[in-house]
């Protein structure tokens, strides 16, 4: 399996804006805008790690053109193990009631 070093669609990119003293970091997806805006990278990637958890996407920090670090990987690490419908939706089995207490006589 050949390493994959960018990012795919719907990942989450980290750039940085602005001079190399003060930095300002922003996120946005692949292909599209810059959506959130941070002043520190450490609060951008907290975001973007939540984000990407939630929707199973990989986190990468943009350098200089075309140029990506994988920072966090969320992408397939739960596809494997979960069963999906004909339509690629998580299945989900339906929730166990719980069983009535029997009364003592």
């Keep these: 399996m050949a390493l994959v070093n960018v ?4 990942d989450v990119v980290i750039c940085t804006h602005g001079p190399s003293a003060h930095p300002a970091y ?10 959130l805006a941070f002043a520190t990278r450490g609060e951008a990637e907290r975001v ?12 990468w920090l943009a350098g200089a ?17 979960r069963p999906r419908s004909a339509a690629g ?12 207490a029997r009364a003592e006589p």
């Design 89 to 100: 939706a998580l299945h989900h089995p339906p929730a166990q009631l719980p069983k009535p």
């Design 48 to 59: 973007a790690r939540a984000f990407a958890k939630h929707a199973r996407v990989n986190v």
């Design 7 to 10: 990012p795919a669609g719907g």
């Design 26 to 35: 922003a996120l946005r997806s692949v292909g599209g805008p810059d959506q």
């Design 65 to 81: 053109p075309n140029e990506f670090t994988l920072v966090v990987r969320f992408r397939g690490s739960e596809r494997a193990s």
